[in-house]
Structures are given as C-alpha cells and as structure tokens.
C-alpha cells in the first residue's frame, strides 16, 4: 500500500465511511485500478489540500453532482460526506436550492430528492 | 399566498394539474421554498408573459428537457403539460425526435421512451 | 445530386439562405460528408415532417442550442433561421428567457447576448 | 426497403444483434421513423465509413456514452457491440476508465458500473 | 421598484458592483426583464437566504460555473464576486482545482484560465 | 521529480511535445499543482497503461472532447497528439464526425472547425 493510498483512505475514512467498501467490491473484478485512482488522485491529492477544509470541499462536491445531474449514487454519498464531515442538513439542503439559478429547477429538484430519501432513512427530516 | 404565488399557481393548474401536489409532496419537510421559487419564478413570471403561448412553451421545454437528458420525471410532467395545453401526441414526437439533430440519436430515444410510457397510460398509442 | 439532398436544400434555402455557403465552404477540405449529412438528415428528413411547422422548429431550436450552451456559431445561424421563417425577434427572445428556467441564467443571458449582435446587425433593436 | 436502410441493417446485425428488434418494438407505435433514421443514418452512413474500424467507432461510442452519462441503456447496448466487432472486455474498460480524465470520476464508475452488469451476464468477469 | 428587486440589488451591489451595470446595459433593448428576474430571482432569494454565507455561496457558483464550462463571462463575473465577499484568491483556485475530478482536467484547466486573467488583472498574481 | 512525473512527461513529449511548456507556463503561477495532477493521473497512469494504445487512446480523447464541446483549446491539443502518435488526419476527422450520432451536428461542426485550423496550419489540407 502506498503512502498516497493510505493518505487518501485516512481522507476517505473520514468522508464515506459507509460506502467505501462498496466501492471496492463493485470495482474489484473489473476495474480495481480505477478506486485506487478514486483514493490516490482525488482523496490522497485534492482532498487533503489546504486552503479549502473538508466541509466546505464536501458541499461544493455536493453541489457539482447537482447541477451535472448525471451521478445520483455519487451525489447521495456525497451527500452522506458532506454530513459526516459537518455539514447540516440545511446547508445541504441550500448548496443544493442554489443550483437552480445556475443548472435549472429540475436539477435542484432531483438533488433534493435525491438528499431527502438519505435524510428520511438517517432521520433527519424535517430539515428546519 | 403573494400574488405572485396565486398567478404561477393559476398556470400549473392548467399544466400540471395532476402532478402539482405530487411536487409539493416532495418538496414539503426538506425544501419548501423550491417549491414556492418554482411557482413564483417559471410559472408566474416566465410561462405567464406575452409573446409565446402556453402551448409553444411547453414544447420548447419538453424539447430542452430530452436534449439535456438529466431529468426523466420532468420530462414526463412536461410531455403531460404539453398534451394539457393543447399539443398532440404528434407534435410532443416531432418535438423530441428533432432533437437527435442537437444531442443525439440516445437523447431523443431516451426522450420517446418517457413519452411512450405516458402515452401508454393515457391511451394515446400508437401516434398517428 | 440525390432527392434527399435537393429537398434538404429547399429547405435551407429557406431557413439559412444567409449562412449556407458558409457551412459548405468551411466543410469542403475536410469532411464534405458532413455538410451533406446536415443537409440530408435534419433538413432533408426532420424540418420537413408533418405535425411541427418551420416557425415552431426553429424556435425549438434555438431553444435548444441556447440550453446546451455550446454551439454559439450555430445558436446565432437559427436565431436567424428563426427570424427567416416567421418567429419575430420578441419570440425568439422569449424562448431563450424561458432557459433561465431549465438550463441556468448563465446560459439564457449567453443566448440573449448572441441574439443581441445578430438583431442589432439586422436593426432590430430594441426589441419591444 | 431502401438500400440506405439495408446498408444499416446489415451493420446493426453486426453489432447489435441481440437488442436490435428490441429498439424497433419501442419505437414502432409511437415514432418509428426514428428507428428508421438510426438505421438510415449513423448505421448507414456513419458506421459504413472508410477511415476506421468498426472496432475502433464502437470503442469510440462507448467512450462517449460514459462521458456524457446521459445514455445508461444505450451504453449497455453499444458495449454490447463494443465486444460484437472484436473488443475485449479490457479494452472496453480501458476505455471508460480513461474518461475519470476528462469528464470526472463519477462518470467513469458509472460506465464501469454498467459494463459490469453486462459482463457478469455474458460470463466475462473478471476481467483480467 | 420593488422591495424584491431592491433587495436583491443590494446583494449585487457587494458581489457584483464592477459588473453590475455591464448586465443591465447588455440586456436593456432586447430583454430587461431578465436582468430584473437576475436581481429577484436568485439575488434577492437565494443569495439572501440563511444556511449559507456568501462567501461560500460565491464559492459554489465559481465550482459550478468551471464544471459546466459553458459560461466564461460569468464565471469570471462569479470569480471576481467570490473575492469581494472574502475567499482568498487561493480558495478560488482549490475550488477549481477540485473540479478536476468531477468534471475532468480541461474544465479545471479552463477555469484557471479565466481566473489567471482575472487575478492579472487585479495584480493577485502569484497566488501562494 | 517522481517517478511518477516523469513516467507522465515521457507520454507528453511523445503526445504533445508542441504544446506541453505552454500548459505549465499557463499554470505557473496560480495552480501548479494543476499541472502536476495532469502528469501524474492521466499521462502516467491512465495514458501508459495496457490494454490500449496511445493511437486509439488519443483517437478516444479527440471524440469526447469534440461531443462535450466545452474545451476547444483541449481538443485542439487532443487532435494535435492524436496526430503526433499515428493517427491520420482522415481517422481524426471520422471520429469527429461520428459524434453527430450522440452530440448531435453542432458539436461535430465545431469539432471539424478546430481540426481544420490545425491542420490547415501543419499544411494537412485537403483531407483526402
């Protein structure tokens, strides 16, 4: 395991705990190279950089995934990272209202959706 | 209600009327203001103003909507608002297979499936 | 010279009798198919189907290309397509204000910038 | 039957023979001039070219489809074909791990995702 | 003028105050009610909103803004808003920089592109 | 220097020898990192991988970069080092054509016009 693996899982460990694994077994047996890119480049090399903390990298991720609206997996655990690393809901539920002006109401729309199935089943609805 | 709120309203019950609390549903415990924001800004300020008729509106949104391809559920509710105000079955087709010009044979596919799953339950196959 | 590329033709000679040789030209040393391909597939088999009329085409389209805020060069050749075959400027405005909606203020003012050259060329301005 | 159209049939039996009827049968009551114009077009004219290989132009699609992320069941479809004209399953991953590069990571594990349930049918895991 | 349009005017007056009149002027004689609906919309309602400062708020827009890659001058416009509201010229990049793997490397390219110019201009340059 | 950046400058002077110092100049002074990232991920470890050769792998990036229509100066390196590793101009420009199927027509235009400017400068024209 290399150095830049091991800082990029320490990132990683912080941010998606609950849904690493489950990345490296849908890759395992295809494209394993492809998550130890996932934890090398952007976890081991952009995450850990300062000038931006987690929270804030987390809630832009957030609302990228919103406005590209074409990775629904990846914005619901993004979603759950942007949480996990301090995020409330409502800030959430905010990076995610303010993609209307920039990508359209649909966009903003399915993005709440998409964090309101993950707040229900974590029990944080509603969002005040 | 603002009267803002009551004009965007008068509209999406002739667009939308069978999905308009369906939205409102979703939108409730997590992000209401979206919900107002839709009706306050496209409905009331945009699908209200001179110049293009609510049935040309819709068009062009459904159009908009299969060349973007991020937004399958809106896609149907505008292909239903599109029937509700005036365009045929037909003309909903021609809009969405024009679009295989300027994003593709898979976008407009993509677009025709949404409609014929509509179109389905309505009765309105097969298109003539 | 085939019956798809002459009725291909018709129509282009309607719609971008300004723009066509233009096309030709910059295509003629590299790809030349692919101006026949333009010709002979949207033009020669979608602008000219039943059920959407030339004025409502092209107003789509300009919609469209303002959406996916990509195709500057052929946003301002429909702009104009549009103009030639019956929608007036206010209409073809309305259409791209109506994107702030589905695809962003970013990309609706980037449409009404290049409607905003070509009219002013043409001495449209203002449009009321 | 045209010959343009049986120039296309004659790829699409090459490469999409296990989902070609199945395109025709949900498009046939609704648009089936869009199944005719895949056939008549990009099949036709496209995939028919000299210049490359249709090895190399469904390699090519599949790239696309992965960074567009637009088109999940139309990228099933033409990794299908990817394989059908002599790609291996390494090849086609290789293809889609190389798009982390140019339209992010999401999209890439989402085309991975996608390859992977076609594999896993066809017996191709894993892939060395 | 409304208490809507005024409201949001003062948000604009501190993110946007070099380029806020640029907008108007562009849009004065062909489509003003965008640039009201600019001022209302988003302006007044959602950069306005608890939940998120503007400092972040800006911060997100220049994220979205690279990662779409279809809106220079506003990018630039949101650059600029994203330093008057207090990220450093180093949070701007990072913001950018970490588009790279959500939308790959030549719209994080490009971002700094259009950040290098800015921050030239504004003598920022080197950012440390 | 790691191993890793140089593995990654070994394929830039081989891909894109005439435009590598251009890139890092650009960078220099706001986001070197950028630059490293882009030498260290894909050129030394996506581009130097098995499983494809840097013909089609270029071949590959010239097609994406044409459909997603958001990075001209990109493509125009893209089609340079398609170029520079062994393919024909006739290959570049049939893998830009393609993409008219998936991105539809606008996007391939714009893809033409770039590789007709490269290639008119390099005195490649006509393509025969």
Redesign the interface.
Known sequence: MSDRFEKGMNILKITNKETIEE?FD??????P??GR??VE??YS??YT????DLK??E???V???T?????S??LEHHINAALNVGN?P??V??????????????????G??I??SL?KEKGL???K
């Open positions: 990345m849908e890759l395992e047996d295809i494209a190279d492809l890119f996932v480049f952007p090399e952009i950089r300062d000038g931006l804030t990298r809630l832009i991720t609302a990228v995934l406005a590209l609206g074409t990775a997996t990846q409330s409502k800030e539920v905010e990076a995610i209202i303010q993609m209307s002006a920039y990508a359209g109401f649909p966009a903003a729309i399915n709440i959706t964090a309101k707040f609805l509603p969002v």
